[in-house]
């Protein structure tokens, strides 16, 4: 039987997105209420691997006065980085070359010495995985679901995208007026890398009238006639949204910076090009706005809270019972415990059979397809 668990810790990793402070909230008053001591890690696992760098250790007691009014707020009290992923950590050599080196066994070594018997680990695809090897070391680990690009697998969302679909729709519904006004295309490129859930739920929301997702290549001599067409119905004007990572069906993915030992690639620009090349092909006004990092700000909605508050209860009580290696999920109604060998590594694109691009299609909205 395992030893009693006295003291967690809480870590979040990745890109922030609204409800991450309310998990640690939630995680935090959960714990205490069970006598647990809890501590904060800072910026992802940067607290253990440079304690150096922070004048407490790299470490913080959380307390329920810590953790008071912070529910609302975005982003996290811990920072988070995507850089430095422990398991492929970036070392130069004395030769001047860069290799990757697997830093997790200091990660355990840190929890033994400082008397932490288990992780809450919130974060998307990246952090799961690293969650899911400290698992499989021995580590007892829960982990939560958070992105705002909705793209992990076994979870009926994540937390923090419902907060930037409002925001991008939001975004939409202000830019039909200036469109319509100025006759103009509007191309709206939002987040979301490999999948395209944001761009889809904010598109068909906010009235786009084609929307261009990574799972669907497009062609633009599509989306220009479908342009005409409205132009011919007398409505002079169109929206498109499109996903960062959405490519031509003859060509690549923007990228702005490629993917490098420490790093991923980062996307960017085709909301750029696509409005370039539909002002070309229609020889009508386009502009073009770029929602980014817009989308991962502000207060997360009541549902994306909610959904924090329930994982962050959840995954105490999922200690408490007893489970290590295992993500929270929201189900329906209740939230679920899912292996994290069932969602490291996987990514869930949006299914192209899914009512929602079906109910976009009813409508008449154009894929680029
Ligand atoms: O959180 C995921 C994400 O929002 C992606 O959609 C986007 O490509 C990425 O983060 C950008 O992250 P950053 O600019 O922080 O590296």
């Not at 609302?72 to 860069?98: A, C, E, Q, S, Y």
């Not at 400082?114 to 998307?124: F, M, T």
């Not at 929270?328 to 899912?338: D, K, R």
Request: include cysteine; charged fraction near 25%; aromatic fraction near 6%.
């Amino acid at each position: 039987m395992s030893s009693p668990i006295r003291r967690i810790a809480i870590c979040t990793g990745g890109g922030d997105a609204p409800g991450l402070n309310a998990v640690i909230r939630a995680t935090v008053i959960a714990a205490t209420n069970l006598g647990w001591e809890c501590y904060g890690i800072h910026e992802g696992y940067n607290g253990i691997l440079f304690p150096e760098r922070y004048p407490d250790g790299g470490v913080f007691k959380l307390t329920r006065d810590r953790v008071r009014g912070i529910a609302h707020l975005g982003g996290t009290i811990l920072g988070t980085t995507n850089k430095g992923n422990p398991l492929h950590f970036p070392i130069r050599m004395p030769d001047g070359t860069v290799k990757e080196v697997d830093r997790t066994d200091e990660i355990l070594e840190f929890f033994g010495r400082r008397e932490l018997d288990a992780l809450v680990s919130i974060g998307g695809d990246g952090s799961l995985t690293i969650a899911h090897a400290l698992a499989k070391k021995g580590l007892r680990v829960v982990g939560v679901p958070k992105t705002i690009d909705n793209d992990l697998d076994k979870t009926n969302t994540t937390f923090g995208f419902d907060t930037a679909v409002g925001f991008a729709t939001e975004c939409l519904d202000r830019l039909h007026s200036t469109a319509e006004s100025h006759q103009r295309i509007i191309v709206v490129e939002v987040m979301g890398r490999y999948a395209g859930w944001i761009a889809l739920h904010a598109g068909i929301s906010g009235g786009s009238h084609s929307i261009l997702i990574p799972e669907i290549p497009f062609n633009l001599d599509k989306v220009a006639a479908k342009i005409r067409e409205r132009d011919n119905q007398g409505r002079l004007y169109s929206l498109v949204t499109v996903a960062e990572g959405a490519k031509p069906a003859d060509g690549h993915r923007a990228v702005l910076q490629a993917a490098e030992i420490g790093h991923e690639e980062r996307l960017g620009g085709e909301g750029e090009r696509v409005a370039k090349a539909l002002q070309e092909i229609t020889g009508k006004d386009a502009r073009v706005v770029v929602l980014g990092h817009l989308l991962r700000g502000g207060s997360p909605t009541s549902f994306d809270r909610l959904a924090a508050l329930r994982f962050g209860a959840a995954a105490v009580r999922a200690l408490h019972e007893g489970h290590t290696g295992i993500m929270v999920a929201l189900g329906f109604p209740n939230v679920n415990y899912v292996p994290l060998e069932e969602v490291a590594g996987r990514m869930k694109g949006v299914p192209l059979d899914c009512d929602t691009i079906q109910t976009g299609r009813d409508l008449g909205i154009c894929f680029g397809d």
